[in-house]
Protein backbone atom coordinates (compact mmCIF):
# COMPACT_ATOMS: atom_id res chain seq x y z
CA UNK A 1 0.00 0.00 0.00
CA UNK A 2 1.10 3.07 -1.24
CA UNK A 3 2.02 5.99 2.17
CA UNK A 4 0.71 9.55 1.90
CA UNK A 5 3.00 12.10 3.87
CA UNK A 6 2.36 15.32 5.52
CA UNK A 7 4.86 18.22 6.92
CA UNK A 8 4.65 19.04 10.77
CA UNK A 9 6.47 22.71 11.72
CA UNK A 10 6.95 23.35 15.39
CA UNK A 11 7.72 27.03 15.87
CA UNK A 12 9.39 27.93 19.05
CA UNK A 13 10.89 31.34 20.23
CA UNK A 14 14.37 29.90 18.70
CA UNK A 15 14.10 27.38 16.74
CA UNK A 16 11.52 26.34 14.19
CA UNK A 17 11.61 22.33 13.25
CA UNK A 18 10.09 20.78 10.82
CA UNK A 19 9.37 17.31 9.92
CA UNK A 20 8.64 15.31 6.94
CA UNK A 21 5.90 12.52 8.48
CA UNK A 22 4.62 9.06 7.28
CA UNK A 23 1.12 7.96 8.12
CA UNK A 24 2.70 5.52 10.33
CA UNK A 25 4.11 8.37 12.68
CA UNK A 26 7.24 8.34 10.92
CA UNK A 27 9.42 11.31 10.59
CA UNK A 28 11.64 10.68 7.47
CA UNK A 29 13.13 13.60 7.36
CA UNK A 30 14.29 16.73 9.37
CA UNK A 31 15.00 20.07 9.12
CA UNK A 32 15.43 23.36 11.03
CA UNK A 33 15.61 27.19 10.66
CA UNK A 34 16.21 29.84 13.81
CA UNK A 35 12.99 31.87 14.56
CA UNK A 36 14.50 34.54 16.32
CA UNK A 37 16.69 35.30 13.32
CA UNK A 38 13.31 37.23 11.75
CA UNK A 39 11.19 40.01 11.92
CA UNK A 40 9.58 39.65 8.73
CA UNK A 41 7.08 36.89 7.81
CA UNK A 42 7.92 36.48 4.49
CA UNK A 43 11.82 35.68 4.44
CA UNK A 44 10.73 33.47 7.32
CA UNK A 45 7.97 32.11 5.10
CA UNK A 46 10.32 31.47 2.03
CA UNK A 47 13.40 29.69 4.00
CA UNK A 48 11.22 27.29 5.86
CA UNK A 49 9.32 26.52 2.32
CA UNK A 50 13.03 26.13 0.92
CA UNK A 51 13.45 23.61 3.96
CA UNK A 52 10.20 21.88 2.99
CA UNK A 53 10.94 21.57 -0.61
CA UNK A 54 14.28 20.32 -0.13
CA UNK A 55 12.92 17.41 2.28
CA UNK A 56 10.82 16.22 -0.06
CA UNK A 57 13.06 16.16 -3.00
CA UNK A 58 15.69 14.49 -1.15
CA UNK A 59 13.34 11.58 0.21
CA UNK A 60 11.72 11.68 -3.17
CA UNK A 61 7.80 12.58 -1.95
CA UNK A 62 6.13 14.01 -4.54
CA UNK A 63 3.10 15.26 -2.84
CA UNK A 64 1.78 15.98 1.08
CA UNK A 65 -1.36 15.77 2.24
CA UNK A 66 -0.97 19.33 3.72
CA UNK A 67 1.31 21.20 6.50
CA UNK A 68 0.30 21.23 10.22
CA UNK A 69 1.70 23.69 12.29
CA UNK A 70 1.89 23.97 16.04
CA UNK A 71 2.78 27.74 17.17
CA UNK A 72 2.59 29.80 20.50
CA UNK A 73 -1.43 31.69 20.36
CA UNK A 74 -1.98 29.91 17.47
CA UNK A 75 -5.57 30.22 15.86
CA UNK A 76 -6.98 27.30 14.46
CA UNK A 77 -9.64 29.45 12.69
CA UNK A 78 -8.07 32.14 10.56
CA UNK A 79 -4.37 30.25 10.18
CA UNK A 80 -2.78 32.99 11.87
CA UNK A 81 -0.24 33.06 14.98
CA UNK A 82 -2.12 36.57 17.14
CA UNK A 83 0.92 38.28 18.72
CA UNK A 84 2.76 35.92 20.07
CA UNK A 85 5.33 37.62 22.89
CA UNK A 86 7.77 35.31 22.31
CA UNK A 87 8.67 35.62 19.17
CA UNK A 88 10.80 38.41 17.54
CA UNK A 89 8.11 38.53 14.22
CA UNK A 90 5.22 40.85 15.73
CA UNK A 91 1.90 41.35 15.22
CA UNK A 92 -1.31 38.86 13.26
CA UNK A 93 1.13 36.57 11.19
CA UNK A 94 -1.23 34.73 8.63
CA UNK A 95 0.77 31.75 8.14
CA UNK A 96 -1.92 30.22 5.77
CA UNK A 97 -2.14 32.98 3.29
CA UNK A 98 1.45 32.75 2.98
CA UNK A 99 2.39 29.51 2.72
CA UNK A 100 0.23 28.81 0.10
CA UNK A 101 2.07 31.47 -1.92
CA UNK A 102 4.15 28.59 -2.32
CA UNK A 103 2.13 25.40 -2.22
CA UNK A 104 -1.37 24.71 -2.70
CA UNK A 105 -2.36 22.11 0.00
CA UNK A 106 -4.23 22.45 3.23
CA UNK A 107 -2.82 24.47 5.92
CA UNK A 108 -3.89 24.10 9.54
CA UNK A 109 -2.44 25.45 12.57
CA UNK A 110 -2.79 25.97 16.01
CA UNK A 111 -1.29 25.96 19.73
CA UNK A 112 1.34 23.70 20.53
CA UNK A 113 -0.59 22.13 23.27
CA UNK A 114 -3.50 20.94 21.43
CA UNK A 115 -1.26 20.18 19.04
CA UNK A 116 0.40 17.61 21.00
CA UNK A 117 -2.77 16.40 22.14
CA UNK A 118 -4.06 15.56 18.93
CA UNK A 119 -0.83 13.91 17.89
CA UNK A 120 -1.66 11.40 20.92
CA UNK A 121 -4.60 10.81 19.72
CA UNK A 122 -3.64 10.20 16.00
CA UNK A 123 0.13 8.74 16.45
CA UNK A 124 0.23 7.73 20.64
CA UNK A 125 -1.18 6.17 23.48
CA UNK A 126 -5.16 8.30 22.52
CA UNK A 127 -5.63 6.04 19.55
CA UNK A 128 -9.07 5.09 19.92
CA UNK A 129 -10.05 7.33 22.91
CA UNK A 130 -12.94 10.01 22.37
CA UNK A 131 -12.69 11.63 25.54
CA UNK A 132 -9.56 12.90 26.99
CA UNK A 133 -7.27 15.87 28.39
CA UNK A 134 -3.59 16.56 27.32
CA UNK A 135 -1.77 18.38 29.98
CA UNK A 136 1.68 19.56 29.13
CA UNK A 137 4.33 20.57 31.74
CA UNK A 138 7.25 22.50 30.97
CA UNK A 139 8.43 26.33 30.68
CA UNK A 140 4.31 26.48 31.31
CA UNK A 141 1.75 24.61 31.19
CA UNK A 142 -0.59 23.69 28.16
CA UNK A 143 -3.44 21.82 27.67
CA UNK A 144 -5.64 20.10 24.94
CA UNK A 145 -9.01 18.95 25.16
CA UNK A 146 -10.67 16.22 23.28
CA UNK A 147 -14.49 15.64 23.33
CA UNK A 148 -16.44 13.33 20.98
CA UNK A 149 -13.00 12.88 18.68
CA UNK A 150 -12.77 16.28 18.62
CA UNK A 151 -10.22 18.64 19.58
CA UNK A 152 -11.94 21.59 21.46
CA UNK A 153 -10.88 25.40 19.86
CA UNK A 154 -13.87 26.97 21.10
CA UNK A 155 -15.53 30.17 19.71
CA UNK A 156 -12.01 32.15 19.63
CA UNK A 157 -9.66 29.45 18.66
CA UNK A 158 -8.16 29.44 22.38
CA UNK A 159 -10.14 26.76 24.38
CA UNK A 160 -8.08 24.84 26.86
CA UNK A 161 -5.84 27.21 28.44
CA UNK A 162 -6.10 25.08 31.73
CA UNK A 163 -2.55 26.37 32.58
CA UNK A 164 -4.23 29.80 33.36
CA UNK A 165 -7.03 28.33 35.75
CA UNK A 166 -6.71 29.93 38.98
CA UNK A 167 -5.54 27.38 41.41
CA UNK A 168 -4.92 29.53 44.34
CA UNK A 169 -6.52 33.51 44.37
CA UNK A 170 -3.76 36.33 44.58
CA UNK A 171 -1.08 33.88 44.76
CA UNK A 172 2.12 33.66 42.71
CA UNK A 173 2.45 36.62 39.64
CA UNK A 174 1.48 34.81 36.02
CA UNK A 175 3.15 35.86 32.90
CA UNK A 176 -1.08 36.34 31.83
CA UNK A 177 -0.87 38.84 34.46
CA UNK A 178 -3.25 37.17 36.62
CA UNK A 179 -2.04 35.99 40.14
CA UNK A 180 -2.40 31.98 41.22
CA UNK A 181 -2.72 30.19 38.03
CA UNK A 182 -1.89 26.53 37.56
CA UNK A 183 0.98 27.33 35.94
CA UNK A 184 2.75 29.10 38.46
CA UNK A 185 2.49 26.45 40.50
CA UNK A 186 3.16 23.38 37.96
CA UNK A 187 5.67 24.23 35.38
CA UNK A 188 8.74 23.93 35.82
CA UNK A 189 9.75 27.40 36.76
CA UNK A 190 7.08 27.29 39.45
CA UNK A 191 8.44 23.72 40.59
CA UNK A 192 11.67 24.95 41.61
CA UNK A 193 10.01 27.95 43.56
CA UNK A 194 8.38 25.66 45.79
CA UNK A 195 11.55 23.94 46.09
CA UNK A 196 13.30 26.95 47.56
CA UNK A 197 10.02 27.76 49.13
CA UNK A 198 10.30 25.13 51.23
CA UNK A 199 14.10 25.46 51.81
CA UNK A 200 13.61 29.14 52.60
CA UNK A 201 16.47 30.15 50.86
CA UNK A 202 16.19 32.58 47.65
CA UNK A 203 16.16 30.51 44.32
CA UNK A 204 19.01 29.82 42.55
CA UNK A 205 19.98 29.45 39.13
CA UNK A 206 22.32 26.39 39.77
CA UNK A 207 18.77 24.31 40.64
CA UNK A 208 16.72 23.18 37.87
CA UNK A 209 13.28 20.63 38.28
CA UNK A 210 15.16 17.92 36.65
CA UNK A 211 18.24 18.47 39.57
CA UNK A 212 15.10 18.56 41.93
CA UNK A 213 13.48 15.25 40.59
CA UNK A 214 17.34 13.94 40.69
CA UNK A 215 17.31 14.66 44.67
CA UNK A 216 14.02 13.66 45.22
CA UNK A 217 14.84 10.09 43.49
CA UNK A 218 17.81 9.89 45.92
CA UNK A 219 15.44 10.55 48.71
CA UNK A 220 16.30 14.13 49.43
CA UNK A 221 13.20 15.33 52.02
CA UNK A 222 12.83 18.94 50.69
CA UNK A 223 12.96 17.62 47.28
CA UNK A 224 10.54 14.91 47.62
CA UNK A 225 8.27 17.13 49.72
CA UNK A 226 8.25 19.91 46.49
CA UNK A 227 6.91 17.21 44.25
CA UNK A 228 4.18 16.28 46.77
CA UNK A 229 3.17 19.71 47.26
CA UNK A 230 2.89 20.01 43.40
CA UNK A 231 1.19 16.67 42.74
CA UNK A 232 -1.55 17.79 45.01
CA UNK A 233 -2.19 20.95 43.39
CA UNK A 234 -1.72 19.05 39.84
CA UNK A 235 -4.08 16.68 41.44
CA UNK A 236 -6.70 18.65 42.02
CA UNK A 237 -6.55 21.05 38.34
CA UNK A 238 -6.60 17.41 36.73
CA UNK A 239 -10.03 16.42 38.89
CA UNK A 240 -11.43 19.59 38.28
CA UNK A 241 -11.01 19.06 34.86
CA UNK A 242 -12.97 15.90 34.71
CA UNK A 243 -16.01 17.49 35.83
CA UNK A 244 -16.71 19.13 32.45
CA UNK A 245 -15.80 16.98 30.23
CA UNK A 246 -15.78 13.05 31.38
CA UNK A 247 -12.73 12.18 30.06
CA UNK A 248 -11.66 8.49 29.84
CA UNK A 249 -7.72 9.38 30.18
CA UNK A 250 -5.54 12.42 30.91
CA UNK A 251 -2.23 12.17 29.43
CA UNK A 252 0.97 14.07 30.64
CA UNK A 253 3.87 15.15 28.78
CA UNK A 254 6.86 17.55 29.21
CA UNK A 255 10.26 17.16 31.31
CA UNK A 256 8.90 17.75 35.11
CA UNK A 257 6.74 14.48 34.37
CA UNK A 258 10.03 12.25 33.98
CA UNK A 259 10.53 12.16 37.41
CA UNK A 260 8.66 9.57 37.97
CA UNK A 261 7.41 8.14 41.56
CA UNK A 262 8.04 11.18 43.27
CA UNK A 263 5.38 12.97 41.15
CA UNK A 264 3.41 10.16 40.02
CA UNK A 265 2.45 8.13 43.63
CA UNK A 266 1.16 11.30 45.10
CA UNK A 267 -0.57 12.92 41.71
CA UNK A 268 -2.73 9.45 41.84
CA UNK A 269 -3.39 9.78 45.17
CA UNK A 270 -4.35 13.51 44.75
CA UNK A 271 -6.34 12.88 41.78
CA UNK A 272 -8.42 10.44 43.24
CA UNK A 273 -8.86 12.67 46.80
CA UNK A 274 -10.28 15.37 44.93
CA UNK A 275 -12.04 13.73 42.04
CA UNK A 276 -15.96 13.92 42.33
CA UNK A 277 -17.52 10.65 43.43
CA UNK A 278 -19.43 9.56 40.16
CA UNK A 279 -16.54 9.85 38.52
CA UNK A 280 -14.36 7.69 40.97
CA UNK A 281 -13.38 4.57 38.64
CA UNK A 282 -13.74 6.54 35.01
CA UNK A 283 -11.02 8.38 34.06
CA UNK A 284 -6.88 7.01 34.20
CA UNK A 285 -3.90 9.02 34.22
CA UNK A 286 -1.13 7.77 31.50
CA UNK A 287 1.87 9.26 30.36
CA UNK A 288 2.46 10.50 26.82
CA UNK A 289 3.36 7.76 24.76
CA UNK A 290 5.15 9.96 21.65
CA UNK A 291 8.92 10.32 21.52
CA UNK A 292 9.77 13.72 23.52
CA UNK A 293 12.16 14.87 20.59
CA UNK A 294 9.20 13.74 17.83
CA UNK A 295 5.88 14.92 19.70
CA UNK A 296 5.60 18.64 18.66
CA UNK A 297 6.41 17.22 14.49
CA UNK A 298 3.81 14.74 15.10
CA UNK A 299 1.44 17.30 16.69
CA UNK A 300 1.75 19.50 13.93
CA UNK A 301 1.25 16.95 11.70
CA UNK A 302 -1.86 14.98 12.97
CA UNK A 303 -3.49 18.41 12.76
CA UNK A 304 -3.87 17.77 8.87
CA UNK A 305 -6.27 14.80 10.11
CA UNK A 306 -8.93 17.32 10.62
CA UNK A 307 -9.47 19.13 7.34
CA UNK A 308 -8.79 15.29 4.85
Request: charged share 20%; proline share 4%; with cysteine.
Amino acid sequence: MAHTYSIGIDIGGTNTDMGLVRDDGTIIARSNIPTNAYIELQPYIRDMMACIEKMMKDMEVSEIEGIGIGAPNGNFYTGCVDNAPNLTIKGVLNFEKEIHQYMNVPVVLSNDANAAAYGEMVYGGAKGLRHFIMFTLGTGVGSGIVIDGKLIHGSTGAAGELGHSILIPNGRKCSCGRYGCLETYTSARGIVQTYFELKGTPISSDIDSKAIGDLANQGDPIALKTWEVVADQLGMAMANSVNFSAPEAIFLMGGPTKVGEPLLKPLQKAFEKYLLNIFAGSCTIRMSQLKANEVAILGAAALIKMKI
